[in-house]
């Protein structure tokens, strides 16, 4: 018997999809488009990349879950395949924007170094440090999931935060750390260990807490001013608090608060717009693999706001377009939309799309 779900099974689990994850998902796409086009106010955007960690952690965990009851269950063997399906987009698209930048030649005079820990090693292009995380955090799952239980999910979060936010505060101003950047997997500790929490049935979404997410969000640019670098940029301890709160609306609601904010949102009959951001959640892995592209060619459009917003939206709908086209032509796994339910299966633990 397979270790995996699969066919009417995976099929009945996908269409009960959550909206809240695939909201949270656009939302955050959306950002990492704005930062990487350098739009006015994408400060504010920068729970992108931790929202969807803790996305990854989420359904990473509720996939190894739910393959546990199949006979034959190979924890590694699940985290092995996931991987791969990490690995095969990794390597096409780093070939791809190396292709883009050099010639063959230019290419052959690169010192080793540079090919493999700079162009391979999270500095090939813009995002790419994200799948140099999940690497590391896909080997570490096991490990990280064992530990956490009802009774010290909190301080493990708790312990994680500080030794980040420590690690930022005293290491800001080391060359080397900052050069290095958020790339370490330690970095996004807890986000991993919140995302694997809600999993568990250890957290429950909290609407009171929600209306806290805007001023904390409102802060961004005021701590991240501290630091001239961009070492922050994902670790601040008010990025790190947004982040937390906009992972927990993933979690289910608490029973005092089942008619809260956004229980009373998600209830009602979807809106076109709704459904057009849904879209967007569902594929965000081919606008964060394509945007560096669409946005290396629209530069001409101009250097102001306005014209950075502009180029931020055609990078995004140029990523909806290739996913689309990779998807019905059959090569899906490239841009991270598997067609099949298995393969949606095996990648559906992936916080990137």
Known sequence: MTAYPQGDQVEKTYKKRDPIPDYLKAISIIGVVLIHAEAPGSSYFRFCVPVFVGIWAIFLERAIQSSEKHIGFKLYALVREKLLYLF???????????????????????????????????????????????????????????????????????????????????????????KIGYRPFIYWLPYTIFGISIAKGFIKRNDALIPLIIPIVLLFPLELSRFDNGFASYNAISVSLASLLLIMTCAPAAESFKGGILSNYFNKKDSVFGRVIQYVGKNTYPIFLTNFFFLSFTKQIGPSGGDRIVAAIIAILGGLLVGEIFRRAGIGILVGTPVSTKDRALASGGGGG
């Open 88 to 178: 095969i987009p990794y390597a096409v698209w780093t070939v791809f924007y190396i292709a883009q930048q050099y010639s063959l030649d230019e290419f052959l005079n690169l010192p080793l170094h540079t090919i493999f820990f700079g162009l391979f090693g999270g500095f090939g292009f813009a995002g790419q440090y994200f799948f140099i995380v999940l690497f590391q955090l896909y080997l570490l799952f096991p490990i990280i999931r064992s530990f956490i239980k009802k009774n010290n999910f909190l301080p493990l979060t708790g312990a994680s935060l500080l030794i980040t936010w420590g690690l930022l505060y005293s290491l800001s101003d080391w060359p080397v750390a900052w």
